[in-house]
């Protein structure tokens, strides 16, 4: 699992560095359409065995990221996006139009002034994976379901879609950021010290 998550980490950042080269002008809309990241599911449930090979835009996965780093790292403490952006290997100027949709959906809250930045709006054990997804693209059965101006056929599944993403949305729905930290935390991924006893919010 640890080279599937080095390659998808390598993929994430060769994209994440061809936005910042482009000096910020790469937009939300147009890093949608950009190439996929696989995110390998945990060998536990309930990723495994329906989010395998799922792919997420490379805007869900930063969202996922950013939430991840402030629940792992951020130890209930304010964290800067310039620190999230450092230690995620994402653009800062595209993490902040992210976390500004996870605000929005009550994802994550701000601090302004001296010691401010962002915090998780919740507990980390109530905060999931499809309310992530859904609060920078919107609902799920949109994201699954074929792109406007898609040829039809008779002949195509369509009726796939819906069931599809009910089983994907489940999935996402049964985990939370409290779970990825554990699966994390197995895996030996590096972890921020925290100045005080740590804990989440």
């Not at 910020?24 to 996929?36: D, F, M, N, P, V």
């Not at 060998?43 to 991840?68: E, H, K, M, N, W």
């Not at 595209?94 to 001296?114: A, C, H, M, W």
Request: aromatic share 6%; glycine share 8%; charged share 25%.
């Amino acid at each position: 699992m640890r080279t599937a998550v080095r390659r998808a980490t390598t993929r994430a950042g060769r994209a994440a560095r061809e936005i910042a080269e482009s000096g910020g002008r790469a937009k939300l809309s147009r890093a949608r359409r950009a190439r996929q990241v696989v995110i390998p599911a945990v060998d536990s449930a309930p990723l495994s065995g329906t989010l395998d090979r799922v792919r997420f835009s490379l805007q869900v996965q930063y969202a996922i990221c950013g939430v991840f780093d402030l629940a792992y790292n951020g130890h209930g403490e304010p964290v800067q996006i310039r620190v999230i952006s450092v230690r995620q290997g994402i653009p800062a100027r595209y993490l902040e139009q992210i976390f500004g949709r996870l605000r929005r959906n009550d994802i994550v809250t701000s601090k302004r002034g001296p010691g401010g930045g962002y915090t998780l709006a919740r507990t980390a054990n109530s905060i999931t994976l499809r309310e992530v997804l859904e609060a920078v693209e919107g609902p799920l059965e949109e994201s699954v379901a074929m792109e406007d101006g898609s040829a039809t056929s008779p002949h195509r599944p369509d009726f796939l879609w819906p069931a599809l993403a009910a089983r994907i949305g489940d999935a996402l729905d049964a985990t939370t950021i409290e779970q990825m930290c554990n699966e994390a935390a197995r895996a030996e991924v590096p972890r921020a010290e925290a100045a005080a006893p740590m804990y989440f919010i």
